[in-house]
């Protein structure tokens, strides 16, 4: 009896892992198709992108940045005030995608 319950308490967390796992693989996907649309105007996004605005930092030179902080990135999209950084009213959903995205461009 004991055995099948182990077993059980496997298979969810096996279950709640996976689930997990593609949403946050579905976060950085989303994160990705936004910052095409909206970010790639200026700002590199990934690596097969050829033209962008070569003053602004790359997304995988924000990512890779010794500074990195989630809180910090999340804060400056929500409000980039005091930047040549347009606001672009983004949602806290839409912050959280891209941010994913971002940060895995991470080595
Ligand atoms: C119209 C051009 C433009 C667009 C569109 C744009 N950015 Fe920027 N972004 C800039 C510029 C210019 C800077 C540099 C700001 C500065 O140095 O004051 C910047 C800076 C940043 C920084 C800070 C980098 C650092 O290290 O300080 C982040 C993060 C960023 N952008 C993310 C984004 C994201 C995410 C999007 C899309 C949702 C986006 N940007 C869309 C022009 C743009």
Known sequence: MNRMRG???AIAMALV???IGESAAA???RGRSIAQRW???CHVVSPGQLH???TVPTFAQIGQAEQFDEARL???LAAPHHSRMPD???TRSEIADLVAYIKAQRP
């Open 17 to 19: 892992l996976t689930v």
């Open 74 to 76: 999340s804060a400056f």
């Open 27 to 29: 976060d950085r996907a």
């Open 7 to 9: 077993l059980q308490c």
């Open 39 to 41: 970010c790639s105007e």
């Open 88 to 90: 672009l009213s983004l």
């Open 52 to 54: 962008a605005s070569d």
